[in-house]
């Protein structure tokens, strides 16, 4: 898939004029809001027509100013889930994604309309009309309407924080699944480096309509100041645990996490077997270059590290052991211990500095949370959307 866009486009007091070529891979659009995400992927899907440029998706002309050429959405072979979608069908979910089964070829399908029902949890709105849903309804009869049509193209406007984690947790390995066996590039817009980084970490960073940034988290973030201007001020890793049992004596419940063991506040009263979430704030981990004997820290995990992010006045390390850990430490501190890429490091964790995530009932604004399996997750709970 080659997505090549040169554009330009304006409305009101926001200038569009962005210009990118994307090559195979899935892409997150990244900003504050109104960058200009939400409008460059609707110029893609075809909701909205620029004043002047081309878009060109595996060599076939969607938008040719200079040549007339404008294909209609229905014509595209992209499948979008977008903030403000114009479809408002008075058609029953049922019809609408029934008909869209039919008119995609036996050979491209990938899912049936039955799996996807029950994937999103359509099955109670089935014969409800499109027009009468809800905002996260829609959005997840869109994403199964985006599916079944099996583009070459797949665009989401920040839709997991639309449809719920729950969801969310179901799609991912979906969509990962999509990307990497069947070869389908994900076009993702979002706020939130979290959400996007679930997906990819090749980035493309947008200010009032403008590509100031791309590449990967690791190269963009050697940006001064990168982590901040996108409003980052303080990194909490969130795991996933599974309680293994609980040593009243000594103070503290056993987990583990993606193979990591882990001594945790004493909670007696989560069964063993039973899942929950931790969080530990970056500046909580501390880092050594050998296991310590005789200190009271409970927790040493040994991992390798992946990236050093300079990060303002700060340095996020970022270490892979089962889980994926990020610590923020000093460049000084960095600079003593002499630490790079590739080397062998132990984190450091006190047990009371790790948080059962149901227990906590209000994070920070701008507060960053960093899940074990890769992703990411960002409070912006000042903004409104774009």
Excluded at 23 to 46: C, H, P
Excluded at 100 to 125: C, W
Excluded at 145 to 150: E, H, I, T, V, W
Aim: net charge neutral; with cysteine; proline share 3%.
């Amino acid at each position: 898939m080659l997505l090549e866009m040169n554009v330009k486009l304006r409305r009101g007091h926001f200038n569009l004029n962005t210009q990118l070529s994307i090559n195979e891979t899935t892409t997150g659009l990244l900003g504050k809001s109104g960058a200009g995400k939400s409008t460059v992927l609707e110029l893609v899907a075809g909701t909205l027509q620029p004043q002047s440029g081309y878009i060109v998706l595996d060599g076939k002309i969607l938008f040719d100013s200079q040549k007339g050429i404008f294909v209609p959405r229905e014509q595209r072979s992209v499948g979008a889930v977008l903030q403000y979608d114009t479809t408002n069908s008075s058609e029953t979910i049922s019809d609408n994604l029934t008909e869209t089964f039919n008119r995609t070829l036996k050979q491209r399908r990938l899912f049936t309309v039955d799996y996807l029902v029950e994937l999103l949890e359509l099955g109670p709105i089935l014969n409800h009309r499109i027009e009468l849903l809800s905002s996260g309804e829609k959005q997840r009869v869109a994403l199964a309407r985006s599916l079944l049509k099996a583009p070459k193209l797949l665009l989401l406007d920040e839709t997991f924080a639309v449809i719920g984690n729950e969801y969310r947790i179901q799609l991912l390995p979906i969509l990962k699944r999509l990307q990497y066996e069947m070869g389908l590039p994900v076009m993702y817009a979002s706020q939130s480096l979290g959400e996007i980084l679930e997906l990819t970490d090749l980035l493309i960073v947008l200010e009032q309509g403008k590509i100031q940034h791309r590449g990967s988290l690791h190269e963009v973030a050697k940006h001064k100041n990168m982590l901040k201007y996108l409003g980052i001020r303080q990194i909490d890793n969130v795991l996933p645990v599974t309680i293994r049992s609980h040593d009243i004596n000594s103070g503290y419940s056993l987990a583990d996490s993606f193979g990591t063991p882990l001594a945790l506040p004493l909670r007696p009263k989560l069964s063993v077997g039973s899942q929950t979430q931790v969080s530990i704030c970056s500046h909580d981990i501390a880092l050594s270059r050998h296991y310590l004997n005789g200190i009271s820290i409970q927790n040493q995990i040994k991992g390798q590290i992946c990236a050093l992010i300079q990060n303002g006045e700060s340095l996020i390390v970022q270490v892979d052991c089962g889980a994926t850990l990020l610590a923020d430490i000093t460049p000084g501190a960095c600079r003593d211990m002499a630490l790079k890429e590739g080397d062998d490091i132990f984190c450091l964790i006190k047990t009371r500095a790790i948080n059962y995530l149901a227990e906590r009932n209000a994070f920070p604004v701008n507060r960053v949370f960093h899940h074990g399996d890769g992703h990411y997750s960002l409070d912006y709970s000042d903004e409104t959307s774009e």
